[in-house]
């Protein structure tokens, strides 16, 4: 007889581990099956590898800083190899967590992959044992775009960029998203010659457009080639090389090309079509907002649904559905106000309304926008400034949104998410005591806004 669970997890990650986890817990009988290594996206080949590198990236910025404050650093020099190695031993030790955690709650783990085979079963590939479950969860995550582009099976994608085995001396990346911004701030920093080839106008289209002008001033300056209005054609070998043609005939010789064109949901081959869960065009698998599917006895949470595509959003939609269903105290994942960073350099922190969307929504707005120079550039030899930069409905004096570029913008932005998401207003950011001297007292030292025909242009604002 096949064993039975009262949930079945498809998905290692943040979101299906929590959601398990909190289950168990609840009193459930819980099995997960995870096809790769457990942690999902983030922990293994996302957000916490790509921010391991990042903080190594920028040593090169202090050292080069380190002069102007009276440091003498000599010989220094970056070892690939001993980066790679540290970062493997971290996102062990971080898998093992995942492991002990469910084993601790009582899960059953499953080293296997796992599709749906029908209403309420599950069949383990790897050993053709199946499961029956009152409820399956499918939290499988994303993965990376690839184009009908020729010649693309000669690139790379985010999956594998963590383990080359060694630096090209230059690289092309196409896409102007986060983890082409990110790639290409770090893979700079640690020598490698960067050209990015983007079809839009400016970089992370969703954010605000200042923050847009900024960063990409930002990165120019610091030497990154950005080919605007552009994509990639072909990409053929070059001798030991390659060489990659655009859309407008042009050819650029490089010795590795990264396809960093976003992400999409991982719902290929899940056996969801034999429940009748629907999918929408971009694949990813349709939802209540309390995680439910079309098709009875199954959930859906995480990036596989393309609601936010950020771990803490997986997380907390994971926690709601296990509470819900398990509980007995059912509520929804709020997916407003929701903080988010893009860990460049300089780094981006937002959370709220963009200048732009402010605009279509309320009658009015005011908008207070400080750039400087921060303090860690100040002795030395560097141009790049800070942008902060506030939102404001100018009837109610609420703040619509928050906006960050510059050092430890991440670290500020969770906590001006707090004051967002409370609904606080511009006068009660005026009346906090501000802390001197850090960036962030510019959030609540602006008094002035901007006339809204005020432009932010190009690389003179950063230097500027």
């Known amino acids: 007889m096949p064993e039975t669970v009262d949930l079945f997890v498809i998905g290692g990650g943040s979101g299906g581990v929590r959601a398990a986890r909190i289950a168990a817990g609840h009193g459930a009988k819980v099995a997960l099956a995870e096809e790769y290594r457990y942690g999902g996206t983030c922990v ?262 393309d609601r936010i595509a950020l771990t803490p959003v997986a997380i907390r939609e994971g926690h709601a559905f296990a509470d819900t269903v398990f509980g007995g105290r059912p509520w929804t994942c709020d997916h407003e106000d929701v903080a988010q960073a893009v860990f460049a350099t300089p780094e981006i922190g937002a959370v709220g309304l963009t200048e732009a969307q402010a605009r279509e929504r309320f009658a009015a707005i005011d908008v207070y926008r400080s750039r400087f120079r921060p303090m860690s550039n100040v002795l030395a030899p560097r141009i790049e400034r800070m942008l902060v930069k506030l939102v404001v409905d100018r009837a109610s004096d609420r703040v619509l949104g928050v906006h960050l570029c510059g050092p430890d913008a991440a670290e500020m932005i969770q906590l001006a998410a707090i004051a967002v998401k409370m609904g606080a207003t511009k006068r009660q950011f005026d009346q906090t005591v501000a802390v001197h001297p850090t960036a962030a007292e510019e959030l609540v030292t602006m008094r002035e806004p901007v006339e809204p025909a005020e432009p932010l242009s190009g690389a003179a604002t950063i230097g500027g």
């Open 44 to 305: 293994i080949r996302g957000c916490v590898p790509k921010k391991l590198l990042t903080l190594a990236s920028r040593f090169a910025d202090d050292f080069a800083r380190a002069p102007g404050y009276g440091w003498r650093i000599d010989g220094a020099h970056f070892d690939w190899s001993a980066l790679r190695q540290a970062k493997d031993r971290e996102l062990a030790r971080l898998e093992a967590i995942y492991r002990d955690g469910l084993a601790r709650a009582g899960v059953r783990t499953i080293d296997s992959r796992a599709v749906i085979e029908g209403p309420g079963r599950v069949r383990l590939l790897a050993t053709g044992e199946t499961v029956r479950a009152a409820h399956i969860l499918v939290a499988t995550g994303g993965t990376p775009y690839l184009p009908p582009t020729p010649g693309v099976e000669l690139g790379i994608t985010s999956n594998e960029v963590f383990d080359l085995p060694r630096l090209p001396g230059r690289m092309v990346i196409e896409g102007g998203g986060f983890i082409a911004v990110e790639f290409a701030c770090l893979l700079q920093r640690l020598g490698v010659e960067v050209t990015i080839v983007y079809r839009g106008d400016l970089v992370l289209r969703l954010f605000d457009d200042d923050l847009r002008r900024h960063l990409d001033a930002a990165m120019r300056d610091a030497g990154i080639a950005i080919r605007t209005g552009e994509t990639i054609a072909a990409i053929e070998r070059d001798g030991a090389g390659l060489r990659v043609r655009t859309a407008r005939g042009e050819s650029l010789a490089t010795d590795s090309v990264m396809l960093a064109l976003g992400r999409v949901p991982n719902t290929r081959g899940l056996g969801l079509e034999t429940v009748g869960a629907e999918l929408d065009e971009r694949g990813a698998i349709r939802v209540s907002a309390d995680s439910k599917t079309t098709a009875e006895g199954v959930w859906a949470v995480g990036d596989v649904t």
